[in-house]
């Protein structure tokens, strides 16, 4: 048992001040009023964000792809190019190892939880590994090592586009045809149950370029957890999706499945009013990535419209070029006041941007992953991140002023102090506990992949 003393904290009630939360087994167990000498001692707590987007493996990328390649018109090559080289050098222990730092620096960061959408599967070449799902259990040790929350989303990638096009090079590493990814979807939820009760398993259907309709059709009955799917992120898979499915991405599913809250749909930074209404009327969560969608040059998401018509969103750091929690969320509304010349996008008479953003992702994360959080109430994990506000950057403020503070300052990374994944305190003064051996173990995982790749 522990308890936990806030001088303020973001229930499910809103704004409450000298708050006690008492948290027994991973969980919630009552949210009082009052001041208890043996408390953990915050100045504010907040629930904890699931991420529900990442590839971990790309951390290792992070700053390397930075350079435009010989056509100028090829603004994806030099990331696409340094990603298929750097894939053949991946071995299981390289991942364990840099899935280990991603998973602390999000926990660093406010994520109490992570959807890794892992799709890395086999061995240079496409060649299988003893065990399907040898690189699921690196993910999963990974997980266990931090202490983070998991759901697990093994990923279904058939081939190289809609055009059925085998899969070359790097990518053969990811590929499996409906039964190989049937049995590696049973090994890996194997390997899930040895980790604490909150690990979870879902299916990713990666893409309709690299999933076809009938295999899109069987994967989704495969598991009655979450299901996630690249949809409508760049226009030249908009342009592809049209010509051989008939419609454009968005259209084309919400009109040959029956979308619903088990649903997270990332990025659809390309979709039409229309598709953004509809897609908001089905309970579906969109994964949102604005630090990655502004890396790789995705789009602007149509959020105003989206979050008006009821639409549910959550944040997830996808390549994990920059993982920050705060900032994506500035960075999603900052890219809606660019496009409408406006200020305070997201924010609604009764709540500022940031408060509507903050919950919004918290909420629509713990949705998407599956995973009963995102809320400061009873009965729920104890995901929480306790924040100091004694300092230059938040001043003491309180309430909405306080988390404006912390989303749109640009230092919000540097006041959180603590945070707990299901109960499990893991970030303490800033610092994940086992921030030296996991950094170190990354550091030589780079220096043997090398510079040059
Ligand atoms: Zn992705």
Known sequence: MELIHAKQALTENGWENNVVVETSDGRIISVISGVSPKC?????????????????????????????????????????HLMYRFLDRLTPDHVEAIAALVFMEMLEAGHAAVAEFHYLHHAVGGAA??????????????????????????VLYMHGGCDGRVLQGGQQRFGCGIDRFNALHEASSKHLKRGPSDFKIGVAPHSLRAVDPNSLGSVISLSDGPIHMHLAEQEAE???????????????????????PSWCLIHCTQMTSAETEALARTGAVVGLSPITESNLGD???????????????????D??????????????DYSQRLR?????????????????????????????LARDSGRIAPGALADLIGVETGNEWICDRRGDTALDSLIFGGRGRDCIRDVWSAGRHVVKEGRHQARESITLQFRNVLAELGQDI
């Open 40 to 80: 953990t001692q915050v100045d504010l707590l907040l629930p904890a964000s699931a991420n529900l987007h990442s590839h971990a493996f790309q951390r290792a990328m992070a700053g390397l792809t930075e350079t435009r390649g010989p056509n100028p018109r090829d603004t994806f090559w030099s990331w696409r």
């Open 129 to 154: 590994y003893a065990d399907p799902a040898e690189m699921a259990t690196r993910i999963v040790s990974a997980a266990q090592a931090t202490g983070i929350g998991l759901t697990l989303l093994p």
């Open 238 to 260: 908009v342009t592809e999706v049209e010509t051989h499915l008939g419609a454009r991405p968005t259209e084309w599913l919400l009109d040959a499945h029956d979308v619903d």
């Open 299 to 317: 789009g602007i998401f149509n959020g105003t419209q989206f979050f008006s018509a009821g639409g549910r969103f959550g944040i997830g750091s």
């Open 319 to 332: 390549s994990n070029v920059h993982i920050a929690l705060f900032e994506e969320l500035c960075t999603l």
């Open 340 to 368: 409408d010349r406006s200020r305070a996008a997201m924010a609604v008479p009764s709540r500022s941007a940031g408060r509507v953003l903050f919950e919004s992702a918290t909420r629509g994360g713990a949705q998407a």
